[in-house]
């Protein structure tokens, strides 16, 4: 089936959502394995709500990432985090989001970071990713 059918992007924020690049990050991402993803994005009343619920955490947090079954998930992004964080580490907004995404992606297909080596290889399919390797 055509990936714009295993893609979706809801924003429910006022902020703007750089949709080409997430299209990109997607098509590169889901070369290795066709998912289904939904992609919302909440403010920060929202995602802290999400969060507290979920996580226990009551924290307003940049990206979280649901399994729903192996070939679905949906990625949630805060893009005021996004734009507080691109702004903390001099990088374009666009940039940030794209890495959120592609960040909340790779915790859908298994990979995290609870422990220091899961982290690096995390961390390394990212850059992977990211250079179009």
Do not use: C
């Not at 089936?1 to 949709?19: C, D, E």
């Amino acid at each position: 089936s055509s990936v714009s059918s295993l893609f979706s992007v809801m924003n429910k924020t006022s902020m703007r959502i750089p949709r080409a690049l997430l299209w990109r990050v997607f098509s590169l991402v889901s070369k290795k394995r066709t998912m289904e993803v939904s992609l919302v994005f909440l403010d920060d009343r929202e995602m802290r709500n999400i969060n507290k619920k979920l996580r226990k955490r009551g924290t307003h947090t940049n990206v979280l990432a649901f399994p729903l079954d192996t070939l679905v998930g949906e990625i949630v992004i805060n893009p005021y985090e996004a734009k507080r964080e691109a702004k903390k580490a001099d990088i374009p907004y666009t940039i940030r989001i794209a890495y959120l995404f592609l960040h909340g992606l790779l915790h859908l297909y298994g990979y995290d970071h609870k422990t220091k080596k899961d982290a690096k290889r995390m961390e390394r399919e990212e850059q992977r990713i990211l250079n179009h390797e």
